[in-house]
């Protein structure tokens, strides 16, 4: 039998942050690991569509899929520059009766050719489809699902899988160990309606930077929701449960993101290709890394986001936030050793914890965006936070190997 203390620290060491949402998910599937298991059951999967010639290329539908879905990831690596080394990969599933749609962590993806049978989909509404994929995927939704898969018994069990409609489903050819069962399992296990309106948030988003029109988003539900009153409902609505007012939040979303969409339409992006060979991996790894620590973020993200920029950010929560500030510490060292400002400023703001590390980390993390003004303000926080609330004073907790007060105030004199 585990005692409580040690089931309670593996739970805790199982809780991770997504960077993206801020929100704690249960993952205890490695990253990497993830990533490549998935990989190899989606090969095996086309494989098998393959053999039945079920993927479809080189008609105008499947180049279409692949300009839309390139577009998107473009905008996705800004956001998650760690996916700019994906193997992205999207391939159309001859499957007029299935409406779905998928992506894997790793970024596999796949479109079954129901989405233009049944439901008439325009370009606008396949990007709305895929940027919601995409979605999931950035949010580690997809590796979340993969780790609630390896705990439930379902992982263990050769279950059926059904990756077409009913009566075409492939699966029975498929060799999966249990971790590739548990990436495909992922993507057919439903979502959580709070993992839906992140997706909805974030896909609706990323397809409005990539110059598709947010009006899609409603558009694409109700057609789908209308298909879901028929005889045979839409797949991918069993995998995408509804959270409450859909329609209504996502005409909301899109009024906020219509300047990203019209500012795209005017000055299409310019960006590398990300489907394909990998011969332009530097070219793309450059172009995310660029774009990462440009002061600009997803709206999910923009209020505190914007507190940070403007230097407004003041923590007073030492309590309540002292074991959100114990476990995300070492990802900030990490952060900082990569430069990946962004990201560490939007980890600190998420942690709210009162201390002269946290103060410093947003001071260089302004540093390195070039946000001057705001980088002394919180430097000079650091400095005056320092007195009570110095991270080496904190019972169990040190500095990350930070002298945070010498350069906090190095930095102040402009020494460093
Ligand atoms: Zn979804």
Not at 10 to 29: D, E, H, K, M, N
Not at 59 to 68: F, G, L, M, Q, S
Not at 199 to 206: M, P, S, V, Y
Not at 222 to 251: C, D, I, V, W, Y
Request: glycine share 8%; with cysteine.
């Amino acid at each position: 039998m585990v005692r409580p203390a040690l089931a309670l620290l593996f739970l805790l060491a199982a809780c991770s942050t997504s960077p993206l949402t801020g929100r704690s998910q249960y993952l205890i599937v490695s990253d990497n690991m993830a990533v490549t298991q998935s990989a190899a059951a989606y090969s095996q999967m086309m494989g098998e569509f393959g053999k039945k010639k079920q993927i479809e290329t080189g008609t105008p539908r499947a180049e279409k899929v692949r300009e839309i879905t390139d577009r998107l990831i473009a905008q996705a690596v800004r956001f998650r520059p760690d996916s700019a080394n994906w193997a992205w990969e999207v391939q159309v599933i001859n499957d007029p009766k299935t409406v779905n749609a998928f992506c894997m962590a790793g970024g596999k993806m796949a479109i079954y050719t129901g989405m233009w049978e049944r439901l008439k989909a325009t370009d606008d509404e396949i990007a709305q489809v895929m940027g919601h994929e995409i979605a999931h995927a950035l949010a580690d939704h997809t590796r979340e699902r993969m780790s609630i898969a390896m705990t439930s018994a379902v992982a263990t069990t050769t279950a059926a899988i059904a990756l077409g409609s009913r009566d075409s489903g492939p699966g029975t050819g498929l060799a999966l160990t249990g971790m590739q069962l548990a990436s495909v399992l992922a993507i057919q296990l439903p979502n959580s309606r709070e993992g839906e309106s992140e997706a909805d948030q974030i896909g609706i988003e990323l397809a409005a930077r990539a110059g598709y029109d947010p009006k899609a988003a409603v558009t694409l539900w109700e057609k789908m929701a209308k298909e879901s009153g028929g005889k045979q409902p839409a797949e991918f609505f069993s995998t995408h449960p509804s959270p409450q007012n859909r329609a209504a939040r996502l005409a909301e979303l899109g009024t906020k993101v219509q300047p990203y969409y019209l500012a795209a339409k005017q000055n299409p992006v310019e960006a590398p290709r990300f489907l394909g060979a990998k011969a332009d991996q530097k070219e793309r790894s450059e172009y995310a890394a660029k774009l990462a620590n440009e002061p600009d973020t997803l709206t999910f993200l923009a209020e505190p986001f914007e507190r940070f920029k403007s230097g407004k950010a003041v923590f007073q929560c030492r309590t309540e936030c002292a074991l959100r500030y114990g476990t995300r510490k070492t990802d900030w060292k990490r952060l900082h050793e990569n430069k990946q400002w962004r990201e560490l400023a939007v980890s600190v703001m998420q942690t709210e914890y009162l201390s002269d590390l946290s103060y410093f980390m947003l001071a260089e993390a302004a540093r390195g965006m070039g946000l001057k003004d705001a980088a002394a303000t919180y430097y000079k926080r650091a400095v005056e936070a320092g007195a009570r609330y110095g991270c080496g004073a904190d019972a169990g907790f040190d500095c990350e190997g930070f002298e945070v007060q010498k350069r906090a105030q190095a930095a102040l004199k402009g020494q460093s």
